[in-house]
Each structure stands twice: as C-alpha cells, then as structure tokens.
C-alpha cells in the first residue's frame, strides 16, 4: 500500500490537476497514465537496449535519429522523457502536443492490436504550459521515491492507489484486487511458459501483467531464449476483457509497458452472446464483478443452461468451466455467499464444479483484504476442468493476516499468512494429517456432499476449547468482600480530605 513520503506526492500531483482545471478524476487518472507510459517508454527502451548489448543481439531503439511523424522526419530523442523534461515549459508543450502524442499513438505497427485500438481516440488534456511542467516535474519526484522504495510492488501500487481516486471505481461492484494477493494466485498456479491465460472481467490487467512478471522471473531462459515459445509470449498467451474503455487502455499500456508487445485485450461482454470462447484457455486467473444481478435477456443462453440466475458471480464461475480447456485451471475470487449460498443457483454451480470437475482449494480470506474500497468477505477458489470429475479432498485454508493491518488505512504489518499459503498449497500431500484446528486441513468430498456441497470453512474447522479452571465460589466472595472493606476505608479517607477543605 502507497503510506507516507509517496502518498503524499500522489496527492500533490492531484491537487496540482484540480488547481490547473482537471478536476474529473478519470480524466485525471488517463493523462497520468498516458505520462506515466512516456516516462515509462524511456525507461523500458534503456533497459532493452542494455539487455540486447549483453546478449549481444542487434537492437532498434523505437526513438530512432531520424523518427517519421506524418509527413515530418524528427530526431527521436527529443520524444524522451529524459530529454524534453528539461526544456522550458513552452517548448515541452509543443513537443508533448504535436510529437509525443501522435507518437505514442501510432508506436504499434499491428493496426489490430490492443494498443491500437484503445490509444487512438487518446486526447491530451492538459490545457496550458505551466500546468504540464508542473505535473512532469511532480511525476518525476514520485519516479525518484518510487525507485528509493525497495518493494517490488511500488509501481503497481502506485496506480491501485491512483484508480481508488475514482469516486467511481465501485461502481457495478469492481473494486481493484491488491497487487499480493494477486501475486500470491499467480505463484499457486505457477504458470508455465506454453499457457494461454485468459481475465475475463480484466480491468488494468492486474493479474495478466502479474503472470508476465513471474514468467520472466522464473522461466527467462525457456520463453525468451526459445523463438517459438517467445512469440506465444508477445502475442498469443494473453487475453483479457473488459466493458470499460478507460480501464481497458489503462491495461493495454500497462502490458506493452512491462515488455509484452502484443496482449488481446479487447472491449466484451464476457456474460453475453458476444462471448464465443469454448475450450480456448489453459488458465483463468479472475476477480469478477459481484455486481448483484443482470438482465436475463443480456447473459449467454449456454450459461444459463448450467446455472440459471442472475447473480455475476455464479455466472463468471460457469463461464469459466465453458472457457477453459479439458485440464485447464482457474483461481478466482468470490463473495463468502457464493460458498454456502442456499438458491439452486449457489448449490447447482458449486455441485458442477465439485462432482463433475476437480475442485482443489478453498481459502477464506479475512473482509479487510479488499479495504477502503470494500469491506465484503471474499475466498479464492482454485479448480481444474476435468468434464469427469476428479474432487477427491478439498484444501482449506483460514487466512488471517495479508502483510496489512485489516482497517481502512491497511498499514504494513508484520504477520502475513501468503507465505505459508503458496507453501502449503504446492504440498497438499502433505497436509493429510493436519487436524481441523489448525489454518489447513483436507477435507473428502463425500463430507462436502453430505453438507450441501457447502464450502464455507466454518462448516469443517473446529475450535479447541481449553479448560479454564477458576478458585471455589467461597475463594471469590471472599476476594469480593475484601475488595469491598478497602473501597469503604478509600472513600471515608476522601470524605475526610473534603470536610477538611
């Protein structure tokens, strides 16, 4: 979470914004986004450019010396964050206006890619010189602090904070999914390098972006080093959608910034007919709008076939069985109710999963872990398309602790069960003897039928009671009493002191 120096930058940033005439926050939110990724483009061609001279591979920085705008030749570096932050703020005006942003809008060659689509009704709104020398000089204080901070995190953190800015990020139940729980289902699911990763509901690309940074860190040789598996990479492992424009060129930015040249990130209805996906995707990794309900005549026929209602979340969980392959795996976030909810709706969907597919981990997670913008009480379900079943036992895990104090401020704290949760989870085998009193435990699924298919881990987990001994009734009163003799002798003392004055 963004706390103190940093914070404090962020807010000036947004006061300097409210003070120059932006004041709608999701305006705001883009025009940072889009200097962000300026900033960022200097940055990431840099680091490429180091990575190729090391590798020894031939490299074309995209601030070529000689860069074609239209119908004008311009030297390139002038398009660098490094070099037009320091020109006056007239001239930085010019170039941001009339080089930077045509720039940034045609820099994808694949006129069909995410990129393209979403950046080319982008608009710079910042309306005068002195307001966008102010903001370049703000964003270059916060890079500085963002760079001083050692958590790997900070940036995405920075953006969750500047999108819990939008008074409307609540709207239709999103709410930002926090950058460690995220992590934390990436690393259970430990995607492998030829994985076709779908988030149907996708936002900034939170968890696409998160599955990229683990394949670079754990499986660089394999992807990158191998043509083929790099090409699957950069333009067929990801795929995200989503109905908001803003968030959707948000996300499409934020993959091309972390190196992936060519993300399917497309405006869908992931609910509606519109949504043809079958069997397409090896791994589902989602945090789905708990909006409430729909409008039937809106939702995909084939999934109310399997689960008729008009609840998202049930809905989002039948289109993840329909959109993933046979052996293909989902970690998602639900409501608690969707785990012991009553409707047919909750048990027929909760029945599909666990008796004709596998269902492996159910992990209660505390209602803080989605503060200030929520407080609702969520869990992860981890489960593999099998069409034969497969459910033999069941994983629970009781988190408490995330790293972050459970109020509103979400302060870093100590105590954090996401390690033990990735541990433990990668070696079910050996939780066969954990007792119901502890965090984790299995369960077999004929308990979990005879229940209702009921997942709450409330159901399963016992509590241990510890005797508690206390001293004879007498032994009490006569305490009480004693207690009583030295009150009377206090207050004939103070009645005294008062007389006296």
């Known amino acids: 979470m963004i706390t103190g120096e940093l914070k404090n930058k962020i807010d000036g940033l947004w006061d300097i914004f409210a003070a120059g005439g932006l004041v709608n926050p999701l305006d705001v939110v883009e025009q940072i986004t889009y200097l962000m990724f300026i900033h960022d483009l200097d940055d990431s061609d840099n680091r490429r450019a180091k990575e190729s001279e090391m590798l020894g591979l031939p490299f074309q920085s995209i601030f070529q010396d000689e860069l074609k705008l239209g119908d ?161 990479y950069m333009n067929h492992m990801f795929y995200g959608f989503d109905m908001d424009r803003t968030m959707l060129r948000i996300g499409a930015m934020n993959m091309m910034t972390h190196g992936i040249d060519n993300p399917c990130i497309e405006y869908r209805d992931s609910l509606s007919d519109q949504n043809t996906d079958k069997a397409k995707y090896t791994l589902v990794l989602a945090n789905p709008p708990f909006k409430g309900s729909l409008d039937n005549d809106s939702v995909s026929a084939d999934l109310l076939k399997v689960c008729k209602t008009k609840k998202t979340e049930l809905l989002f969980l039948t289109l993840f069985l329909r959109i993933l392959k046979v052996g293909g795996r989902c970690a998602c976030i639900v409501p608690d109710g969707v785990l012991f909810g009553g409707s047919t709706a909750h048990k027929s969907i909760r029945k599909e999963i666990i008796e004709n597919h596998r269902l492996e981990a159910v992990i209660s997670m505390p209602s803080g872990v989605f503060k200030p913008y929520a407080g609702v009480s969520t869990a992860i379900l981890v489960f593999t398309k099998t069409e034969h079943g497969g459910t033999d036992k069941v994983w ?97 003392e103070l009645e005294k002191l008062l007389a006296n004055e």
Not at 102 to 123: C, E, G, Q, R, V
Not at 457 to 485: D, F, G, H, M, Q
């Open 396 to 492: 629970f895990y009781d988190m408490t602790a995330d790293g972050f104090s459970l109020d509103d401020k979400r302060t870093s704290v100590d105590a954090s069960d996401i390690p033990d949760i990735i541990e433990r989870f990668k070696n079910r085998d050996k939780e066969e003897d954990r007792k119901r009193t502890e965090k984790s435990f299995l369960v077999p699924v004929k308990e979990i039928i005879d229940n209702e298919y009921d997942l709450s881990i409330n159901k399963y987990k016992e509590t241990e009671y510890v005797p508690v001994e206390y001293p004879p009734t007498s032994e009490i009163l006569a305490n009480l009493r004693t207690l009583e003799e030295e009150i009377g002798k206090e207050m004939n």
């Open 72 to 232: 004008r030749v311009i030297d390139g570096k002038q398009l660098k964050w490094s070099v037009f932050h320091d020109y006056p703020a007239d001239r930085m005006y010019s170039v941001m206006q009339e080089w930077v942003f045509p720039f940034i809008k045609t820099l994808h060659a694949d006129k069909n890619s995410a990129y393209s689509k979403y950046m080319d009704d982008a608009i710079f709104k910042l309306p005068t010189p002195l307001l966008l020398s102010k903001v370049v000089d703000s964003l270059d204080g916060i890079y500085q602090k963002m760079s001083e901070e050692q958590s790997a995190d900070v940036r995405g953190d920075v953006y969750e904070y500047l999108l819990s800015k939008i008074s409307t990020s609540g709207r239709n139940g999103q709410f930002r999914t926090p950058r460690h729980i995220i992590r934390m289902m990436v690393e259970m699911m430990d995607p492998s390098a030829d994985e076709i990763i779908c988030d149907p509901a996708c936002g900034t690309s939170g968890f696409l972006v998160a599955s990229g940074e683990y394949l670079k860190e754990t499986k660089k040789e394999e992807i990158f080093f191998d043509r083929q598996k790099k090409d699957h």
